[in-house]
Each structure stands twice: as C-alpha cells, then as structure tokens.
C-alpha cells in the first residue's frame, strides 16, 4: 500500500523494444493496472493490477517498487518483455506435408516461448515427442526431430523443427501361418465337436496387414489385436500371435497358436411352425447378427456370456422390425475324459418371424393436438413407398414414447402418461414386458416398460402389423401468481413484462425455462454478466409423478437456501435437492425434503400439478462496461482490422455483442484461428471495465493457381438460327461475381456442363489471390485467363477466341458493414455463346448483409462491347460505349443455399442500361437509354421427408427511356448481350439453348424485321428476299414470363440418388400485349435424375420434351416447315435448374 500514501505517479519502465514502447500503448497498459492516483492505494489493488498485466502475456515482471516521495509515492513496475513466436518452419519433411506438420504442432503463432527457460524447454520436448508420434504412425521409427528458437526481430522468434525421417520399415511380402490347425478325432466328428477352421488367407486379410506398405509399431499392434478378435469371435478363447518384421526381406510374418476352442453355431428360420421343409432350421448365413455375439470383445465362453449373447441377438432383430424374433441357446459341456481340444458348443436358434411392417399407426386419446402433428413428432412412421421408414424398430419407438411424454410436459399437461404400463411389481433384465393374446382374427401384443408402452395388431395370416399407442392427456398445468424478487418495484415490473407469464396462463418447465432465459439475455445484454436468475415454486395439486419424485428423491432448496443478497461473489454451490425447516435458523441447520406448500427450485419434476405460484429471485451482480482491447498474433494484419468491429469502450457489457463481434472476425477467412481471454471478471468484485485479449493465429492468405485444360464450345454457333447460350462459366465464375455479390438473375438456373458442345478449346489460366493485402484486411485478385481455338467461322484468323484479364479490389468491411468491390477487366468470348463478345471496362458494387436472410447490393459498370452474331456471317460491330447502373435484392429463407427442400427465396434487380447499338437497316449508331426488371420467386415444400415440390415464377421487363433515332429496327430494344432470353439451361428444358423464340398469333416464329419492312436474313451476306437461308427469328425480347413445377421424389436415398418429375412453361415477347396469347408460351414435360454429392451438391440430369414441336425459322401461312424441333433435349447441369 505503499505506506499509505497518495500516489502521485505510476511508471512503466523497461518497455523499450516492447509492446509498451509507443505512449499511446504505455497509457493504455497502465490504465489497465487501475490504480488510482492522487488517493491512497487500496489493499490488494496492486497485485490485482499485476496479474491483469500478466494475462496479456506480453511481460513479466521483474521488480515492482514504491519511491516514497514526502506525503506522496511513485509507484514503478519494471518489466521484461516475453518473446513470441513468430513463425513455425519445418525443414527436412519429405513424406509429410507442411500443412499436416502443422496440425500436430500445439506450439501456434503469438504464443509466448522465452528462450532458455524451463518452461521453453519443456514445451519444445513435448512438441518433439508429438511429432515423433506422428511420423512413427507413418511407419518412420527413427525418425529425429531437433527443434531451436531463432531470434527474428525484437520479443519476436521463430521456432525451427529440424526433421531428419530416417528410413521406413517398408513392406514387399506378408505371410502367415497357423502353427497348430485343429485336427478332429472320429468321436467328436460324431458329435459336431469340430473347432471352427479359418484360412490362413483369411485370417491374414482380417488383420488388415496386406494394406500396409509401412511397418510400424502400431500397425503391429493393431494386427495382433484384430486377428485376436477375429478368433475369439470364431471361439478361440486365448490364441498367441506374434508379428515380427524382417528389414532385409522387407517382409512380416506372423505366427498364430490358437489353442483350445468353444464351438459357437447358429441356426435360423422364419416361421415358428411350417410345413415348408425350405424353411426348416438352416445355418445363420447373416455376418451382421453374428457379430453382435460378446465373445469376440471378452474372450469369455460361460452361460452369463451366452445369454448376453442372446440377449444382444434379439435386441437386434428387435431393431430391424423383426418385433416377434425368439432367440434360444444352449450350452454343453465337454467332458474332461474326452482329452478333447474343444471346451464347450454353444448353439443358437434364431426364429425371425416377419419383418413388422408398419400399415398403421394410431395415438388414441390425443384431444389436443392431432393425430398428424403428433406423428411428426416421433422418427417411427407408418409404410410409404417413398419412404425409408415403415418397420416396427423397439429402441426406437421406445425413444418416440418419451418424445410424446417431454412434448406434452413442455406442454404443461402435467397429469400425461401413457395408458399401457408395466407394473411396478416387473422385472426383467431388459425392462421391457410384452403379453400377448391370440384370437381368431389377430394377435395382439402390448409392448410395456414401467415408464409406458404400446399396442401392436398383426392380423391373421398377413405379415403387416397396426400400432396403437393410448394416452391419457389429462389436464395442464396453471399459474396461480408469479412475483420478481431481489430488484426494485420498478425493475421487477419490467422483468414480469420479459416474463410474459401471467395467472391462470399455462405453465410448463420448459415455458418458464424460456421465460427465464429471456430475463438472462437481457442482463447479459446489460451488462450483468454474473446476474444469477432463479425460479422457487409452491404447488398445488400434485401430480403422482411429482409426489413420487420427492418421496424417492431428495428435491431443490426452499426459500429459506436462497443466497443471501449480500454474497456476490461466492463461488459456493448453493444447496441443492434439500430445503431448510422453517424452524431452524442457526448454522446446525438440517435439510429435510420439499414439500408441495415449501418454496423450492422449480425443477421439471417439481411443477408437474394442478397449480403452481412462483417467485423469480433476481441477483443481479455488479454491472460492468466494456475496457481496453489488445490484439496479440497479427504480424501482418493490422489491429484496426481486429478492433474495428469489437465493442467501444464503456459501453455495456454484452456477452452476445462480444460472440457477434468474434464470429465477425472469424468469418473474415484470414486467421486460423481466433480465441479471446476476458481479463477482470475472476476478481471479487469484478473489475469496472472488462478488458479484452484477443489472439488470433494468421492464416496463409495469398495463392496462386495454375491450371491448363480444355473447354467446350456452344454447338449452336454457326447453325444458322440464332440460339444464344449460357455465359461461360469461366466468365460468371471469375468475372461476373467479382462483380456482383448478388444471383444472377438473368439465368439464374445453375452451371452448365455443356454435354452437347463438342468443339474442345485449349484453355490456360492464371490465379493470384492476396486476401489480407497490406494487411488491411482486403483482397486483392488478379485473373488471366486465355482460351485457343479454330474452325469457327473466321476464327482462324482471330487465334485468341477466349480471354480474360481482371483485377479485383474488395473492401469487406467499410462502416455499416457496407463492402466495396472495385474490377477493372477486360474479356473476348468467341466459344461459349452464340453471340461473340469483345468487352473492356470497368465495374464497382456496394454490398450489404441484413441478417442471414437478406442481401442488397447497388454496382455500376462502364463497357466499351463490341459483338456480332455468330449464327451468321458478319464483322463485329464498331467499339460502343455500355453504361449500367443496376440495384439487387435477394432474401433467401430456404434451409440450404445448395439443396434447400423447404423455405422461399426471392431475388430482383433493376438495372438502367446507357447503351450505342447499331441500327441493321442504316448501320449508324443510336444512343439509348433502358429501363430492365427482372424477378424470381422460388419455394420448396417437403412432405414427410420424402417428397419435394419445388416452384419458381419468374418475370422480366424492359422498356425504353429515351427515343430511338428513326429507322431502328421495330423488335429490338435492348442490346443483344442484355436482351431476355429464354429456352434449355435458360430456363424451359426440353428446347434447345435459347430455343424459345418470339411467336405469332399461329404459333409461328416471328420473322425479324427492319423498319422498311425488310425482313433481316439468317445470313446477313445474303440479299432479301432471303431464298436461301430465310428469315431470321426473334430469338430474344424485352419482356419474359416463365415458370417451373417440379417434383423430387428418392429413389436410393442411401446412395443420394432422387428422381425428378418437371413441367416447365415460359414465353418472351416485344411487348406485354405478347405475352397475353396462349401461342406464345411454350410447355415442355420430362424426367430427370439427381445424385447428391457428399449429400448435399446436386448433379443433374435431366430429359424434356416439348408439348408442341414447332418451326425453327419463319414461314408464311400455309407454308410448309422445313425444320422443326427436336423431339426433346437431354441436359446435363451442376447445381438445380432454379
């Protein structure tokens, strides 16, 4: 206390080459000490405030002093700073990666680790060992690993582990041999006492030695432990193994003894009484039921063994449906004059029955709630051909019964039980009673433990069986009064509102647990993190449950064991299961148990009555405020980067605040990990101002990706009718969400794989990522990407036929958690679409996240496009000038982005589009400016877990801002690369890649016409009338209607193999009177296949096909088609079409 005078000063000396050497962080540490100047010290404040130093870990102390200065004192703290570790670099690994080394390191970036220490030294010698485990598992025994500490900066070094592996035990040869098979004599060949034979190719597959290519200790173990297990379960009670490995013949031998046997056979049939000789007693051909045999774990062959051994048989069959299995076994003994190597046989007969199939499923006396909502409940269901489920497994229903029980408590139905009981008065090694009574029409069997039960009904002659399960609901659970204690009058009326019970509303456990959880978040919230809330009940009206409950069992404390208010920091339990007697109030106090009319801990058992009143006692502690932050570990990035979104300073205290701010972090992708340590909350009282420690462990965080192979080209290019494709998925991949933190919402509809497109193009490409650039926090990407191809048109004469070059530069985090994306890019793609694409310029976006849901996002882009029609023969258009400012919206409640089956999600843009397009009848430039809309809605339903419906609608519209320059062409409004389209993987499967077309009032395609009533020529080279190639068709429009229904339905559901039934409808048109006729929407049914990668990633395979195949080109009235559609279309995609 420094003689208890006033300190006038307090030092931090020895901070030079530290992390206390900048003032700004000397102030901060030595306000985390708290000691108070001008004041005298208070009694312990000091070592308080050192051991809230020492958890930074950043120092340690050497001396602390106190200069006694007239009436005042200086108080100095000199330190030492701790060295922390830098990096972990390993040298000398061959056969183990770096980054599986550094799983098996506990040693981590930002750890303390003071060279010379004995600590040091002992954390580097069990770092070693484990690494020597490790590699010994790998087969290296010899393996030597040295490890030493490089001084890398000031209080920073780098722990090298030198790893010199040695030579493996490698394996060429496995042999194996049995030194003494069992050789039977003729007697006990009578009497079926003949030890069960294994190969000795069998045995040696069983102790899985032929997969080891490296001996190691462990894999000798675990052979000798599996072939051990192996013979016991086949009988041989104490076998010898031995496995030895030769380094010169690089082989390993084992040599098995089996010693004396019992001799373990079971026999099976189906039916208890047949005539059908087929169905007799044969020998059990079904390894799994053998295998739940205990003999191969124990080793043990005695009369207790062999009935665990039934019993584990007929739990078994019990589980798989077979609810009326008999086992029965029998022992005997072999006599001792016999001499014989056989100890014992033991035999079982397993009667199966049929497999209990499910037809019905039944809970009388459900008033409440029906029938259905309690059946999807519980995991035992009724027989569906859809389904997996329909088979009678008793764990499982069991299981289901205390499902319904806890529903119905957390219901407040405190008087629930289940009418079928066993009596008290059973006993039964498993617990389980089944009576069973046979009349002419069925049997029926009550399946009883003393907790509940259920009813099954097998009608003659059929193997299905109906299950009932009665219950008895009772009445529920009543608040009587609800009082707040332990806060003030006004306070207490606020916390009664967070409450939210009233009288004479029901009441239940799992309600109030709710309640009081409530009242917990909002202290928490509050700064209260040490709020201790606690509910005491009185009841009325007991329930038998209850009254059993406290009679069997000592219950919760009353009242009278409450802390006192006083106690704050008490790290005592209180007393628990017993309540004090109103008449003893001295310290010799004796418990005695709960009564209805006491005061005690509103435990589950204890608020099963008629009535209930309760007080919530509230301590709500010493409310605390958020202190100082220190970052420890971020070598590159910057501690702004860490802080920005942790709580400011005096702000309340919030353990949920603090959890959202760590997840924060984390989601960032740049540490390895990230804990934090809350220095003040373990001293009595706890400190004002809760300081952080926050330690993170960085990340690599800059790759580089190399790739070579080939890309496929869109078939329809060339074929002269214009089908525009999907974008590649290079370009929507790489580029297109660089740009956009939105869906694409013009297709929207999942990567394509192209199975039609068989021109191959040579692709090369180029990945830098640095996602913590200048250690902000930021990510820098730079793409290169260029694809070489022939035989298109001119494309010999234009080598480079697809490219790419972007720089991304992505600011994840700006106020308001706002990110910010800048791409400069430039792109050529003459393979993937029917249109060819020349395009440079510029593209930025603001995102933002609200909540898990929904997702906004407002980018810009400035484009010179220069593009052409590769359906036909011409020259790309002059370089013109796209400007397009576009806002998304997207909100997604489904319950997988990837394979969602339930929920709705919906996403919309409106973009305004600047744009120079060319006028094909004088081919001048025209400046235009577009309005485009475009929305889906999507929603899945999954019934009974089996049976999917999936719907989407989408819609589209564009219309004109600014007047066209006259002699536009009457059809086209948006620029080709911006038009809707529709058709294939664009939406409506079963036609060809953007094979919906406009159509007239006949069904017809709608020629493409210039402003003089010229018709456009599929072959732009060829003159009107269009004899040769004819008309071109409308293949894109301003306004688009589509929509989707479709069904999935499993068909391996263990091999994720689903079924899909789709109907699939869409139309686009100029303008929206087109969309109200009938003849302009094309319908198309099919089939398809889904297998779940992993479970989860939809692969899809898919076979349309078109209601009406229509004509390909345009043609007059009563003239006849020269090409119509294709009878349907297979498609192959990764991901659902919508």
């Not at 993170?696 to 329809?716: I, K, M, P």
């Not at 043609?1115 to 090409?1123: E, F, K, L, R």
Request: hydrophobic residues 35%; charged residues 25%; glycine residues 10%.
């Amino acid at each position: 206390t420094c003689g208890g005078r006033k300190i006038d000063r307090i030092e931090l000396q020895g901070c030079l080459g530290t992390r206390c050497q900048p003032q700004s962080e000397r102030a901060r540490f030595i306000h985390l000490l708290d000691l108070p100047r001008g004041r005298r010290l208070p009694k312990g404040a000091l070592l308080k405030g050192i051991k809230r130093l020492q958890k930074t870990r950043f120092f340690r102390i050497k001396h602390i002093r106190c200069q006694l200065l007239g009436g005042e004192a200086r108080i100095g703290v000199t330190i030492i700073g701790n060295s922390i570790i830098r990096m972990v670099r390993f040298e000398g690994n061959q056969a183990l990666f770096t980054r599986e080394l550094r799983s098996k390191v506990q040693l981590q970036p930002g750890d303390v680790l003071n060279p010379g220490t004995e600590r040091t030294q002992r954390l580097l010698a069990q770092q070693a060992r484990a690494l020597q485990t490790a590699y010994s598992r790998e087969g290296f025994d010899e393996v030597k690993i040295q490890t030493r500490l490089v001084t890398v900066g000031v209080g920073q070094v780098e722990l090298k582990i030198q790893i010199n592996e040695g030579d493996r035990k490698r394996v060429s040869m496995r042999t194996l041999k049995i030194a003494d098979p069992h050789r039977p004599t003729e007697r006990e060949r009578r009497a079926g006492l003949v030890c069960t034979a294994i190969s000795e190719r069998a045995l040696l597959k069983a102790s899985g030695l032929q997969s080891v290519d490296v001996f190691t200790r462990r894999a000798g173990v675990r052979a000798r432990s599996r072939i051990r297990e192996r013979l016991r379960g086949l009988g041989y009670g104490s076998p010898r193994i031995d496995v030895r490995h030769n380094p010169l013949t690089q082989e390993i031998m084992v040599r098995v003894r089996l010693g004396r046997c019992a001799v373990i056979q079971t026999w099976s049939r189906e039916a208890f009484r047949t005539s059908n000789k087929a169905q007799l007693w044969r020998r059990n051909e079904d390894d799994r039921l053998n295998e739940v045999l205990p003999f191969a774990q124990s080793g043990v062959f005695d009369v207790d063994e062999a009935e665990r051994g039934r019993r584990a048989m007929l739990e078994t069959l019990n589980n798989r449906g077979f609810l009326f299995a008999d086992v029965r076994v029998e022992m005997r003994e072999v006599p001792r004059n016999w001499n014989s190597r056989v100890l014992k046989a033991i035999t079982y007969y397993v009667t199966s029955g049929h497999q209990a199939q499910i037809r019905g499923l039944k809970i009388p006396g459900a008033k409440h709630f029906s029938e259905a909502t309690l059946r999807s409940l519980i995991q035992t269901k009724p027989y569906d051909l859809l389904d997996d489920g329909g088979y009678l497994q008793l764990a499982q229903m069991l299981a289901d019964l205390e499902k319904l029980r806890k529903y119905y408590q957390d219901e407040g139905f405190f008087e629930f039980d289940f009418r079928l009981k066993a009596p008290t008065s059973a006993n039964s090694l498993t617990g389980i009673e089944r009576t069973s009574v046979l009349n002419k029409k069925a049997r029926w069997t009550d399946v009883t433990t003393r907790r509940g039960g259920f009813r099954v009904r097998q009608p003659k002659d059929e193997p299905f069986i109906y299950v009932d399960v009665p219950i008895h609901e009772g009445r529920r659970t009543r608040l009587g009064a609800i009082e707040v204690l332990g806060v003030e009058a006004k306070q207490g009326d606020k916390m009664q509102g967070i409450i939210a019970l009233k009288p004479g509303n029901v009441v239940s456990h799992h309600r109030l647990s709710e309640s009081l959880n409530g009242v917990r978040d909002w202290y928490s919230e509050h700064g209260y993190f040490q709020a201790n809330v606690q509910a005491y009940c009185r009841v009325k009206g007991a329930s038998s449950t209850s009254v059993t409950s406290n009679s069997r069992i000592a219950v919760d404390p009353c009242e009278r064991a409450i802390r006192p208010e006083g106690l704050q920091c008490s790290n005592t339990a209180e007393p628990q299961n017993r309540c004090l007697s109103s008449k003893k109030k001295n310290k010799a106090t004796k418990y005695r148990a709960c009564r209805p009319d006491d005061w005690c801990v509103c435990s589950s058992q204890r608020i099963l009555a008629s009535s209930v009143e309760i007080k919530v006692r509230i301590s709500e502690g010493k409310r605390v405020r958020f202190g100082e932050v220190f970052v420890s570990g971020n070598f590159i990035t910057e501690s702004d980067v860490l802080t920005n979104g942790l709580p400011k300073y005096d702000s309340p205290y919030s353990g949920k605040i603090l959890f959202e701010a760590l997840r924060t972090i984390r989601n960032l992708g740049l540490f390895r990990s990230v804990s934090f340590e809350r220095i003040g909350t373990d001293e009595c009282p706890p400190r004002d101002h809760i300081a952080l420690m926050i330690r993170v462990v960085e990340g690599d965080n800059r790759t580089l990706d190399l790739d070579a192979g080939f890309q496929t080209a869109n078939v329809n290019r060339g074929a002269g009718v214009s089908q525009v494709g999907e974008p590649a998925p290079l370009l929507v991949d790489i580029l297109e969400h660089m740009v956009s933190a939105g869906a694409r919402l013009n297709t929207n509809l999942g990567q394509r794989i192209g199975a039609r497109l068989p021109q191959l193009v040579l692709t090369s490409s180029v990945d830098y990522r640095d996602r913590n650039f200048w250690g902000l926090g930021h990510e820098l990407r730079g793409v290169a990407r260029l694809g070489f191809s022939s035989n298109f048109n001119d494309l010999s004469e234009q080598p480079i036929s697809l490219g790419l070059g972007a720089i991304s530069y992505t600011v994840p985090r700006l106020p308001y958690d706002i990110s910010l994306r800048l791409v400069p890019f430039v792109s050529r793609d003459f393979v993937t679409t029917t249109i060819d694409i020349d395009k440079m310029g510029a593209a930025s976006e603001l995102s933002k996240r609200f909540g898990k849901t929904l997702s906004t996002s407002l980018g810009v882009e400035g484009a010179l496009v220069s593009y052409r029609d590769a359906t036909t023969i011409g020259d790309l258009t002059p370089w013109r000038w796209q400007f397009k400012a576009i806002i998304r919206a997207n909100y997604d409640a489904t319950d997988s982005p990837i394979n969602p089956t339930n929920g709705l999600a919906f996403s919309t843009s409106v973009a305004l589009i600047n744009a120079t397009i060319e006028d094909p009848l004088t081919k001048s430039a025209i400046n235009g400016g577009f309005l485009k809309v475009d929305g889906q809605v999507k929603w899945h339903l999954t019934l009974r877990d089996s049976f999917t419906l999936a719907v989407m609608l989408r819609g589209g519209y564009a219309r004109v801002l600014q007047d066209l320059t006259e002699g536009a062409t009457k059809q086209a409004v948006l620029p080709a690369n911006e038009a809707f389209r529709l058709g294939g993987q664009l939406g409506v499967r079963g036609l060809t890649d953007n094979g919906v077309l406009q159509y007239d009032k006949n069904g017809n395609p709608k020629p493409l016409r210039l402003s003089d009533g010229s018709f456009v020529c599929g072959n732009e080279k060829e003159s009107s009338p269009c004899e040769l190639s004819g008309p071109a068709a409308i293949d894109s429009g301003n306004v688009l209607l589509a929509g989707t229904v479709e069904g999935r339905f499993p068909i391996l559901r263990q091999l994720g193999v689903w079924g899909a039934a789709f109907w699939d409808w869409g139309s686009i048109g100029g303008t929206l009177t087109d969309l109200s006729r009938h003849t302009s929407y094309r319908h198309t049914f099919g089939l398809g296949l889904r297998f779940l990668i992993s479970g989860q990633i939809p692969l899809r395979l898919d076979y349309g096909i078109p209601i009406d195949r229509r004509c390909l080109i345009p043609v007059g009235p009563g003239q006849p088609c020269p090409a119509r559609e294709d009878f349907g279309q297979l498609q192959v995609g990764l991901l659902y079409a919508f």
